[in-house]
């Protein structure tokens, strides 16, 4: 089953990858800060990712890692 990483104290919060998942798969935490005061995305439905890898490609900072 494919799953993304998520580097969450590099991540800025911008929201990207939340845009461009087609399966709905990442959210920007709600109650988690990381050390630049953003709230990082994370895989909130990790079970309904497809490895399209859509997300990493997205990521202007290269903070997601797809393994299939
Ligand atoms: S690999 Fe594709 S389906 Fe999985 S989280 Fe990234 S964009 Fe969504
Ligand atoms: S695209 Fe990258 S920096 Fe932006 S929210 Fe997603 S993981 Fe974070």
Do not use: W, Y
Not at 5 to 25: A, H, Q
Not at 36 to 60: N, S, V, W, Y
Request: proline residues 7%; glycine residues 8%.
């Amino acid at each position: 089953m494919p799953f993304v990483t998520i580097s969450s104290e590099r991540c800025k919060g911008c929201g990207l990858c939340v845009d461009v998942c087609p399966k709905k798969v990442l959210a920007l935490s709600t109650g988690v800060l990381n050390q630049k005061g953003f709230h990082p995305a994370e895989a909130a439905r990790p079970q309904d990712c497809i490895g399209c890898a859509f997300c990493g490609l997205m990521c202007p900072d290269v903070c997601i890692k797809v393994e299939k």
